[in-house]
């Protein structure tokens, strides 16, 4: 079965860096396009980034010039590099694989995805 993995949450201090790993096995990883989420309590489960096939890479706007996402189709691996850490960024961050190679207009809809990490929890304390 399909299972995604995700990695490397941690506790860390605003203007901190952390690197988030997702590991998937169970799929031809190269093949789809992979997402990142986050969700903070009380609140909906947010878009962060889609990357597809060929790495052509959608992000959120709350993001943008922080954070990084990159795939390592030999590993089967997601990264999200994620620098200049806010506390607002505080969340509970889950990979996703995409039902489609390409990421489209569609890429921060969680109906875009199939496949789920349990999460890793990422704090960014001021």
């Known amino acids: 079965q399909v299972q995604m993995t995700e990695s490397g949450g941690d506790l860390v201090q605003a203007g901190g860096s952390l690197r988030l790993s997702c590991k998937a096995s169970?799929?031809?990883?190269?093949?789809?396009?992979m997402g990142w989420f986050r969700q903070a309590p009380g609140k909906e489960r947010e878009g962060i980034s889609c990357i597809n096939y060929v790495s052509d890479i959608y992000a959120a706007d709350s993001v943008k010039g922080r954070f990084t996402t990159s795939r390592d189709n030999d590993k089967d691996t997601l990264y999200l590099q994620m620098n200049s850490l806010k506390p607002e960024d505080t969340a509970m961050y889950y990979c996703?694989?995409?039902?489609?190679?390409?990421?489209?207009?569609?890429?921060?809809?969680?109906?875009?995805?199939?496949?789920w990490g349990q999460g890793t929890q990422v704090t960014v304390s001021s």
């Open positions: 169970g799929l031809k990883f190269e093949d789809y396009a």
């Open positions: 996703a694989s995409s039902i489609a190679s390409t990421c489209s207009d569609s890429w921060a809809s969680t109906s875009r995805y199939n496949y």
